[in-house]
C-alpha cells in the first residue's frame, strides 16, 4: 500500500488522514502532545478552555455534514444550539446581531442618524467599492461604520481597513442589499432566521472530544517537528523516513527551512511577506447571560469579542459559574489583560490565558495567487498543501474539513 505523511494533527490533517486510511498508509507528525490544533481545549477549574476560539459546529455543505456524522453520534453526543449573538456597544447598550438588522434596539441619536444613512444611500448612485473602508461605508452606512464596524474590525486586524482587499472578503461577510436592511428592521428578522443561526457542539470536552475521536485509530506521532521534507526519486524524505506523498497541513512559512532539493526559492520571499495576527484568549468566570457571541466595539479596552462558551453546554461550566473566553488579537501580557478586564462589560474575573502567535491569517491581494501557484509546482511532485495556514485562508473547521474532501479527488 502506498504511504502518505501528513504534517499536522489539527482539524485539516486528522480529516484527510480520516478519509486516506482505507487507501493509503498513513502516518501524522505532529509537533504538540496531543491532536487538535487551533482546536484544542484544557480544564481550568473546572471549567473548559478553549485555548484558541470557541470552535463549534455547522456547514453549508452536505458532504461535510454526511462525513462529519458518520464519525459521531448527533442525538447522543452533541446538544443543538441557536446561535444569540449581541452587539456591546460602550453605552452599555445591547443590541442583537445583525446589527444593522436591529435600529429599534439604537439610542434615538444613533437611530436617527442611522435613518439618515439609509436615505442617503437609497437616493446615491451605487459605487463599486475598492478596499473593506468603502465596502463596510457604501454596504451600511457612515453612523454603523463608526460606531461599530470601524473599531470593532481595527482591533482584530490592527490595521487600516482601507488596507484590508476585498477579495479576501468573499464568503466572509453577510452582504444584505439596502432593500433587505429595511425589509429586515420593519420585520424585527433575528438572527435564528439566517443561514448557521444554528450550531451543534459537544456534551462534553467541547471542541477537544472532536480532535480526539478523530484521532481514533490513526498512527501519530506527537512530540515531534518536522526538521526536514525531501525529494527523492522514489518520492519525499520526511525527517528521513520515506513516503509517497506528502499532505502539508503547518505552517507555510516553515517551508523554506525545511525543505531540499525543490527548487522553490523564487517564492521564498512572498512566502516571507505573508502576515498574520496571533490571538491572546483569556478564560474568564462571567456574569450570567443567555448569549454565545458578545461583540466588543469599545474602543475603552483591545478585546474584540467575548465567547460564552460556558452557555455551549453545561459540563463547560465549573460549579455551575459561568466562563467565557475573551479574545484580544496579538500578545497581551497578564498585567494588561487584568488592568483591561475592568473596563470590559459582565463583569469578567480572570482564571487563564493562552496565547497562540498564529490564528488570523491576513491575505493581501496577491496572497491566493501565489498560494495556487505554488500548487500547480508542488503537486505534481507529491507535496500537497491543506489548511488554514498552508494554505493561508481563514478556514472554519467545516471548511477545513471540506477543504480535505475536495483534496482527495486530486490525489
Known sequence: ????????????????????????????????????????????????FHRTGGHVFNTKRE???????????????????????????????????????????????????????LILMASSDSVSPANFEEFLCSRFGETLYHDYFQPYNEKIWRRDLKDVPLSWLVGKLPMPTLREIIYNNFNHVEEKQFVHSTFYYPKNEGSQFLANRLAMGLDICYNTNVTSLKRVDNGWMVNGELCDKVIF??????????????????????IEKLEAHGTT?????????????????SRL???????????????????????????????????????????????????????????????????????????????????????????????NMDVAIGASIDLIKCL
Request: net charge negative; hydrophobic share 35%.
Open 1 to 48: 500500500m502506498r504511504k502518505i505523511i501528513i504534517v499536522g494533527a489539527g482539524v485539516s490533517g486528522l480529516s484527510i488522514a480520516q478519509l486516506l486510511k482505507n487507501s493509503y498508509e498513513i502516518k501524522i507528525i505532529e509537533k504538540e502532545s496531543r491532536p487538535g490544533g487551533l482546536i484544542k481545549c484544557d480544564r481550568v477549574n473546572g471549567h473548559l
Open 63 to 117: 458532504d461535510v455534514s454526511n462525513w462529519f456524522w458518520e464519525h459521531f453520534d448527533k442525538d447522543k453526543e452533541f446538544v443543538k444550539t441557536d446561535r444569540y449573538s449581541v452587539v456591546s456597544m460602550p453605552d452599555g447598550r445591547i443590541i442583537s446581531y445583525p446589527i444593522e438588522n436591529h435600529a429599534y434596539q439604537f439610542s434615538e441619536e444613533m437611530m436617527q442618524r442611522f435613518i439618515g444613512d
Open 249 to 270: 497541513c503547518g505552517n507555510i512559512k516553515d517551508i523554506p527551512s525545511i525543505l531540499e532539493d525543490v527548487d522553490l526559492t523564487s517564492y521564498f520571499a512572498e
Open 281 to 297: 484568549s483569556v478564560l474568564c468566570e462571567v456574569d450570567d447571560n443567555p448569549y454565545s457571541w458578545i461583540y466588543l466595539p
Open 301 to 395: 479596552h483591545q478585546a474584540h469579542r467575548i465567547i460564552c462558551t460556558g452557555n455551549f453546554a453545561q459540563s463547560n461550566r465549573g460549579n455551575r459559574i459561568l466562563s467565557a473566553t475573551i479574545e484580544f488579537t496579538d500578545y497581551i501580557s497578564k498585567e494588561s489583560i487584568l488592568e483591561q478586564l475592568n473596563r470590559i462589560p459582565f463583569g469578567p474575573k480572570y482564571l487563564s490565558c493562552n496565547y497562540a502567535p498564529y490564528t488570523y491569517p491576513i491575505q493581501a491581494s496577491g496572497t491566493r495567487d501565489l498560494i495556487l501557484s505554488l500548487k500547480k509546482h508542488c503537486e505534481p511532485l507529491g507535496l500537497y498543501f491543506l489548511g488554514r495556514f498552508a494554505e493561508w485562508e481563514y478556514y
